[in-house]
């Protein structure tokens, strides 16, 4: 990983103000949340030792090998928009990778509900947010991301429904170049939040769910129902179909699509 390179490209009017890089440290997002760090801060590690995903799950990371990530930014939004920051997040992850791996099988990488990113149906990317001063005007959230970009080894747990952009594409990715090119169309393209109609209709274009049988949970413990996806909202929530063709809307809870729960 070149900071050097990223800090001469990245630091600058309407981007970043600070980097910090960490050899090795237990948790981005929980080093964000207990500091009290600059707006446009990005933390990055070589080696991630306690990061966590959703329902509080481990995230794996290859040593040196790996994107793992947390971009501070204050944000003006209202409560109830809150949600488009993930979908923007994963919307602008998932571009920046699908742009890099142009003509390296990109046409079978798709975005999960809500925040997740699959390349051949395997989970390469997730992302944690948490937002801070919920009822001031300005919000500030803390974005984390993980990216499995070389690794080739996962866990037994995990190798059978995770991968990376090394496996599906079958050569290395230059880590600083995908990460400069994330942050930069993250910067590029805020305006987006704004018209959350326009973010939901394109992350909808690349998800492949939409018409397919899922099982879905809310909680952690909960049990997995079966049913089938009609839709996506414009407030992110998933619409869906029950066995008997009562029609449901869930803003919160994991699926699964013929894989195990990441």
């Known amino acids: 990983m070149n900071i050097e390179l990223l800090k001469k490209e990245l630091i600058k009017d309407n981007c970043l103000s600070e980097i910090m890089f960490f ?11 207990k500091h009290d760090l600059p707006d446009n801060t990005l933390l990055i590690t070589d080696k991630q ?25 204050k944000i003006n939004i209202g409560i109830d928009d809150i949600f488009l920051i993930n979908f923007y997040t994963s919307y602008i992850i998932f571009n920046s990778i699908k742009k890099i791996c ?3 099988s990109a046409d079978n990488l798709f975005l999960k509900w809500p925040n997740d990113i699959l390349f051949n149906g395997k989970k390469i990317s997730g992302i944690l947010t948490d937002v801070r001063d919920l009822r001031s ?45 994330i942050i930069l169309n993250f910067y590029k393209n805020l305006d987006l939040i704004n018209d959350g109609k326009k973010l939901m ?20 413990d909960g049990e997995g129902i079966s049913y089938k996806v009609e839709n996506i909202d414009t407030d992110g929530g998933l619409v869906v179909i029950d066995d008997k063709n009562n029609r449901k809307k869930f803003n919160s809870g994991e699926i699964s699509i013929g894989y195990d729960n990441l």
Do not use: H
């Open 23 to 33: 050899d090795e440290i237990g948790s981005t997002n929980e080093y964000a949340r």
């Open 102 to 104: 142009a003509g390296r």
């Open 49 to 73: 030792t306690k990061g966590s995903g959703r329902f509080s799950r481990n995230w794996e990371s290859a040593p040196g090998k790996d994107l793992t990530f947390t971009l501070v930014k």
């Open 201 to 220: 209709s394109l992350w909808k274009s690349n998800t492949d769910i939409i018409g397919k049988e899922i099982s879905f949970r809310q909680f952690n």
């Open 137 to 181: 005007e300005t919000k500030n959230f803390i974005i984390g991301a993980g990216i499995n970009v070389n690794c080739s080894e996962f866990s037994d747990g995990i190798k059978s429904k995770a991968t990376s952009i090394l496996k599906e594409s079958g050569s290395e990715m230059d880590k600083t170049l995908l990460l400069k090119n």
